[in-house]
């Protein structure tokens, strides 16, 4: 039986045949409704996760190539794997305290950062002055502080977008500093100077990029980092006490671990943008 049929028999054939008329939309005005609250949803954007001083890894706002770049994750698990990563962890959680009770007395993290590369200055003249052991412990100091405003923006909960920022961008005028410093003391030649110079800035160049707009969450590979290459020269600058050509040796040492980070991270780009 149809379902005309049995409406008949029910009686409601009246209805289905007012349903079956043609039927007109009204579209209701929204002033109509005062208390309706129309809202845009929010941009979704995000933030490549590159420093350690930024205050959460998860906020993904404040980004010009959102609807740009899709942030890919790393299936690598063994991404940190420069020559002192496995001793970071531990070095920089033992700062913690010193860092949370700086944070409590009011110290920047930021204001550290400035000191640091202000620090690096004077050693950087001590290298010009052929100073070295004293260059070498001013450096050493340097490196000290540049440690520790991270420890204070992470245990005092200080970390900003722009403290990470400034504080990668005054690294790379430490760098220069430094080696300028070393080439002017007369401690290396100048090809090799800018051999090593050359080297750690694109290491931090094609990290942030690999980040940035290779997509990476997170691109650290590499023999070596800023810490080690500091390493090295302050070993450089000891030996050089005895050894006259050891600096230079240092430079061409640091050089050569730059550019290979170099070749590592675009591979390492490369290979990710691959698979993904």
Known sequence: MSIFASAVESGETERIATCAQPT????????????LEVTAPAPQTFVPKTYSRVANEDDNSDNQLSGIITKRRVHDSHVGSHLLGRFREKYENAMLPLGKAL?????????????????ALAAGF??????????????????????????VARAAGKASRFGAVL?????RYVECIIVIGIVAGGFASWFWGLFALIGMLLASYSRAAAESVGGLDSCTIGMAERQEKLLLILAGSVLALEWSDALQYAMILVGLISHATVGQRLFYTWQNARTS
């Open 24 to 35: 007109t939309l009204h579209f209701t005005p929204l002033e109509t409704f005062p208390n």
């Open 103 to 119: 944070g409590n007395l009011g110290v920047s993290p930021n204001a550290l950062s400035i000191l640091a590369a202000v620090v």
């Open 126 to 151: 001590l290298y010009y002055q052929r100073s070295l052991l004293i260059g070498a412990l001013v450096l050493l100091g340097s490196t000290f502080l540049d440690m520790l405003d991270g420890a």
């Open 167 to 171: 504080d990668h961008v005054l690294d």
